[in-house]
């Protein structure tokens, strides 16, 4: 794909503003389009940051030109977006699976009794472990995109998908794509997008994903579009649909889409007899295993369109496609012993012990075992032959015994006390982990709490890592996070794991962290449930450590995103007398706790006890700026219209639904300038 004209990001003074923002939007897909499609980049990082820059600026100077499929669009807002529910024009439906080569084959022949003994061609193509999407576009645009649902229905989840950078937004002119179709594929998020995450929510003592699925489709469905446009997911396309399309063969018609700029895969190969599709899996069965996202078998589609069609469908899928699903790698052994694992925030994870075995390319001695529902559905006992397996999922897991169990082989059941500390252990109700609630006794939660205290996003106190608080800890010179703020210099040099260097740089990093802003103070104290975001919010919303002790549970949830979880939570914390302690300590050492002189001073209550909805493409500030102002004044801002809506915030082309539906309900609606009066910004 080329675009004429020269593509320097350089600001051409002959072109009206209007002019040069079309020109720098149209090379800016295109650069994309090198960058994460053909994985091409022709300018630096530098170049095309600068004018993203510029496009930025000139398109604050017109609002008027705001237009939603713009590449500044792709970075997301933190806007709550709802998703509203839409009928699929055409159903989505899936595939009816198969496991072995009988099968596959099963299929050949009645393709070719189907068709009477007409020639015919099969495309083969991998199967993307994601969540599938439909993708409308308009004359070039991306106007509409949306989740697969129960198959007629899905979620419209336009606003995340802009931020799929291999997602065209627009497609280059003259292309030859019809005026209007449907083009659907999967969702991904690549094994190092999803690696990166769970290591970030692993610090953040945030649930893991299991898989990239998972990760992909909680990701698709945030509310949060800056969210989504952070976690780095991929699409690729694989089905085109609508009238006008090129031709007959689906082959030749991805071939198409590709060059209109879409990413189809370059795995798709068109079979002419069933051998070549075995060998097509055969291929890809043990090649997939290289590649950059996750794939769970091969699909199978009859090429020609004409012969699609007189297939026809069943109830459920077609009859002209069909899944031909991997087999996760599978192995038997024996288990040895069960041992249980205290995590950080108190989870036990039962472990299987067993003898080694190759897996995937690897020894395996571990596998897990979840929790104490799966243990208890395996009905295990030590010398049970067990198969494990690889699969979707990165840690190996038992997923049953290969045989029933010898007589005099002892049962194994779920531990009822902590293997740490001794503690009885508890369920919460609701959830599947069993914990150890000793939070201030049990030294893995403690070492774990103050790991965390430490972290790049809490005290960043990067000079002390897990082996050195571990080491620490077990030597005796920190029993708790403020323990920290008591260290000497001649502790530390007689300390193992320790260094001259290093002494000095432990000791600023603890000194440095008394100026950490009270948002993080209060994420690094590790309140259960309560997150960064969450921290921020509260920090900003109560002021001080001292006021959000006291808050009530009817305070709490005012709170932009605090529901009575995280609320229920804050105030367990503040009643148990040795946390209160733990505050008091890290106060007197020079910790700040509350917010700043500045951002105090710029605060109000002028919104206070108000819920406002934001609608519209504002002229004076950005949709962010508009959220932070009513923070400010401590309104709270909310994502939909309901009968408790103080009054709209509304910008040019307000949506039509929202505006009948404050009509009806009569909530007021004020414009840019009557706000910025209330709040005193003019
Ligand atoms: S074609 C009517 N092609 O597998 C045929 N599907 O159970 C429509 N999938 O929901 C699907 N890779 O999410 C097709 N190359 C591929 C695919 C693929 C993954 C998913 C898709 C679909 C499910 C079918």
Redesign the pocket.
Known sequence: MELEGKLNGELNLELTEQEQILKLRKELHQHNYNYYVLNMPTISDKDFDMMMHQLQDLEKLHPEMADPNSPTQRVGSDLNNEFVTVQHKRP????ANTYNQQEVSEFYERVKEGLQGAPFQICC????????ISLHYEHGSLVRAVT?GDGTQGDDVTQNVRTIRSIPLQLPQGAGYPDEFEI?G?VLMPWTSFERLNKQREENEEPLFANPRNAASGTLKSKNSSVVAERGLDAYL??LLGEGIPGDGHYQNMEAASKWGFQV?KAMKLANSLQEIYDYIEYWDTERKNLPVATDGI?L?VNSLAQQRSLGMTAK??RW?I?YKFQAEQAETILRQVVFQVGRTGAITPVANMDPIQLSGTQVRRATLHNADVMAQLDLHVGDHILVEKGGEIIPKVVGKACPTEPGCPKINFITHCPACGSKLIRYEGEAAIYCPNETGCPPLIVGKIEHFVSRKAMNIFSMGPEIVESYFKQGLIHDAADLYTLKAEQLLNADKTNEVSVNNILNGIKESKNVPFERVLFAIGIRFVGEIAAKSLARYFGSMDKLSTATLEELTQVNGIGEVIAGSVIKYFADERNRTFINRLTKYGLQMQISQEQQEAKSDRLKDMSIVISGVFAHHSRDEYKAMIEKHNGKNVGSISGKTSFILAGENMGPSKLEKAQKLGVRIMNEEEFLQLVGEQ
């Open positions: 989505m439906l899936s595939l193509e991998l199967k993307f472990d994601g969540l599938s697969r659907r999967e694989y089905y895969s699909v589609k899928s077609p496609a899944a």
